[in-house]
């Protein structure tokens, strides 16, 4: 054979992807800046902290307060608020990222760390997603994974005094690497599962996992 050689041929194509990638064509040039990315794109800053809720404020004390998990765990948790705060006590600084545009920058955060909570009730095998239930009857779904980032966590305190609670007191969940619709206040139990189960505004529209760093803003972003 005349032309007998591996190199395959060089589409039109190929050389044009070719000087795409000389010229980094298509690249925004954020990624090569991190610290103009703090703020997830479509977002804007703000200093105050706006309250987003179902119209309604549970008025739930810390005496009163429990904590219920359950469902695929070894060792399910019914904790008052003096066995919760007994645990191993974490301090995490956040941003929040609201799917309604808003972040707000440097939360102070104190409670028990969703990792620490795992410690304790071991998820058996088969748990893959957790929900979280909430006293104003809201739920919300996530991966287990993304329950258990590392600086994620159950808060009873910003900024160094008690969640107040028109933000979610006594205790609301804080992860920061999604949409703060994630975030459950007023929470009241954690459930561990094989399957997703969608939540309140999951199953009205929005995304089921919510990374703002990939605008998952909506169902089928
Ligand atoms: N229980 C409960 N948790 C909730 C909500 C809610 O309505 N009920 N709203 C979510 C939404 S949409 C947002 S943006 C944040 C708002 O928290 P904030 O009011 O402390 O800013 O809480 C999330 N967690
Ligand atoms: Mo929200």
């Known amino acids: ?17 070719q000087r795409w990638a000389r010229e980094g064509r298509f690249l925004t040039g954020k990624a090569s800046r ?13 200093r105050d902290w ?8 549970p008025q739930i004390s810390r005496e009163r307060w429990r904590l219920d998990v359950y469902g695929a765990v ?15 006590q974490a301090k995490f600084t956040s941003d929040i990222h609201c799917v309604t545009t808003w972040s707000r920058y440097d939360n102070q955060w104190e409670g028990l760390a969703t990792r620490d909570l795992l410690m304790a009730c071991q998820p058996r095998d088969e748990a893959r997603h957790v929900v979280l ?18 600086d994620a ?29 994630k975030s459950a206040k007023w929470l009241q139990s954690i459930e561990f599962l094989a399957e997703d ?22 169902s089928g972003d």
Do not use: C
């Open 1 to 17: 054979m005349a032309d007998d050689t591996d190199e395959p041929p060089v589409s039109k194509l190929t050389r044009s992807k």
């Open 153 to 181: 966590l159950l808060a009873h305190s910003w900024s160094g005094a008690p969640l107040e609670q028109e933000h979610g007191g006594p205790v609301r969940l804080v992860v920061p690497h999604l949409y703060f619709w």
């Open 34 to 46: 991190p610290e103009e990315q703090r703020l997830p794109p479509g977002q804007h800053l703000t």
């Open 133 to 150: 239930h909430s006293h104003d009857g809201y739920t919300t779904n996530l991966a287990l994974e993304d329950f258990a980032a590392e």
């Open 74 to 88: 070894e060792h399910p948790i019914f904790w008052d608020f003096a066995q919760f705060t007994a645990q191993p």
């Open 50 to 57: 706006p309250t987003l809720d179902l119209g309604l404020t």
């Open 197 to 218: 189960t969608p939540g309140y505004w999951e199953v009205r529209g929005y995304h089921n996992r919510g990374d703002p760093w990939q605008e998952q803003r909506y």
